[in-house]
């Protein structure tokens, strides 16, 4: 098998300095740890310039398009790291899926407006990467063996070198404002309530929709973003025209390395206290509260099921059930499924049958995802979606794209929700979908 070379770089912990490099290229993309600050996140990656951009058409089925995706993969043949490196990326795809891209999977009705028009899945096929190893404090160029000599000069030039891109400052136009009204966001709940008592469901995630017109360079915007709300799944995609994904996450869809099969929900969250005592009260409440155990448990049951589908019979475990994750804004109760993958799938496989994950739809999940297209008057693009990777060799990281926004056509979108079951009352479920995205709202009407 071919071997990649990796030329060594001066370590950065935080990875602005060289993605400013790449700003401007073509389909630079970043996936972001979110260090120094955010401590669980292992490794950044980032790259431009793709062999080829794919992206899915309106009506293309879900399966043929991850299956265009193997195809454009296997265009770059399987190849290994030096044995003294344990990266995660051999060179391969890099990209989104939006939450919409689960109708190319599954039968959806269609009554949620699609005012931003994105794409429902964006990759590139990327051979190099610019990897940084915290745990190692290490960063290095990754180059597939594919890679010309010329080429591999160009960017160790490139990052050899501080730049500084010309870069205009970022600014909301007016203050982010809700698509819903209190009253709206009220009338939606006791909507899904009706549905939970008639047996239709358990749970349905519901989300609003916040939202400004803004100008300048979202990358900006996003180093301002990571800097107030540092979080392990982060990332930033640029997009045609000046448009930018940007995520904040802190929940891991699925992983998989050397077929092991790893995903983590958040389902339960309470705000950080002013003081220790009183975070420590938040703290211990979410991990006592009957409600959001049972809302964990749920999704853990319907996203061993999901895994179930690709993963071998009887390797589907629960490791960890009910952790809690704190971070700046926000404490999660946090839990993991496990498995292996099955003999004849694929990390693609996986995908197909388990996105949108289970955390952020509800459950039944296609009852649930049936629910929220007739309740949230617009589509919900990027969020809820998946920022990810798959190289060479079948290694694949995702995340769920919670806490994220969309900058496009001048305009920011940012989206807050929670799951809803029978007693959710309306008033917190409304209070914490603001307190979720409330750090972000805040930054950016800071800057």
């Known amino acids: 098998m071919l071997t990649c070379s990796v030329h060594p770089l001066p370590y950065c912990a935080n990875p602005a300095g060289y993605f400013a490099a790449i700003r401007h290229a073509p389909g630079a993309v970043l996936l972001d740890s979110g260090r120094p600050a955010a401590d669980r996140g ?8 793709p062999l080829e951009q794919l992206a899915v058409l309106p009506d293309e089925r879900g399966d043929d398009f991850l299956q265009r995706l193997r195809d454009n993969l296997a265009r770059l043949v399987e190849a290994q790291l030096p044995a003294e490196y344990e990266l ?3 060179g391969g795809l890099i990209g989104y899926l ?34 940084s190893d915290h745990r190692k404090t290490t960063s290095q160029l990754v180059f597939h063996p594919s890679v010309s000599a010329s080429e591999k000069q160009r960017l160790i030039d490139l990052f050899s070198q501080p730049m500084a891109a010309e870069l205009t400052p970022f600014k909301l136009n007016t203050p982010m404002t809700a698509d819903l009204s209190a009253d709206d966001y009220r009338q939606a709940i006791e909507r899904i309530h009706q549905y939970i008592q008639a047996g239709d469901c358990y749970q349905v995630n519901f989300a609003q ?17 990571r800097e107030a709300c540092p979080t392990p799944f982060s990332g930033f995609q640029n997009l045609p025209d000046g448009n ?17 099969v790893e995903t983590r929900p958040i389902k339960g969250t309470r705000p950080r206290g002013a003081t220790p005592a009183q975070d420590a009260a938040n703290a211990a409440e979410l991990l006592a509260s009957p409600k959001d155990r049972a ?50 799938r694929d990390a693609l496989d996986l995908i197909a049958g388990s ?63 929670g799951g809803i079951v029978a007693d959710s009352d309306w008033q917190a479920e409304y209070q914490e979908s603001i307190t979720k995205v409330k750090v972000l709202l805040e930054t950016l009407q800071g800057l």
């Not at 292992?42 to 310039?49: H, K, N």
């Not at 929709?209 to 973003?225: K, T």
């Open 98 to 131: 939006s939450y919409d891209f689960g109708r190319h999977l599954e039968n959806l009705p269609s009554q949620a407006l699609d005012d931003l028009q994105l794409p429902d899945a964006r990759f590139g096929l990327y051979d190099w990467a610019l990897i």
């Open 209 to 225: 929709r916040f939202r400004a017109p803004c100008q300048g360079d979202p990358w900006l915007a996003y180093c301002a973003l």
């Open 355 to 417: 996105f949108p994950g289970g955390s952020i739809t509800g459950a039944p999940k296609i009852r649930a995802m049936q629910i929220i297209d007739e309740l949230e008057p617009t589509r919900r693009g990027l969020y809820c979606g998946s920022l990810l990777y798959l190289d060479v060799r079948g290694e694949m990281d995702s995340s769920i794209a919670i806490r994220s926004l969309l900058v496009k056509d001048g305009q920011v979108c940012c989206w807050g929700g």
């Open 88 to 90: 995660p990326f051999a």
């Open 295 to 344: 809302e964990n448990l749920m999704i853990v049951d319907l996203l061993r099921n999901d895994l179930g589908r690709t993963c071998r019979i009887g390797s589907v475990r629960v490791p960890e059930l009910f952790s809690l994750e704190s971070y700046p804004n926000v404490h999660h109760l946090v839990s993991s499924v496990t498995g292996e993958l099955a003999q004849d």
């Open 42 to 49: 292992r490794y950044d990656l980032l790259s431009a310039w």
């Open 244 to 260: 930018a994904v940007l995520s904040l996450s802190p929940e891991r869809f699925v992983k998989v390395s050397r077929r092991q």
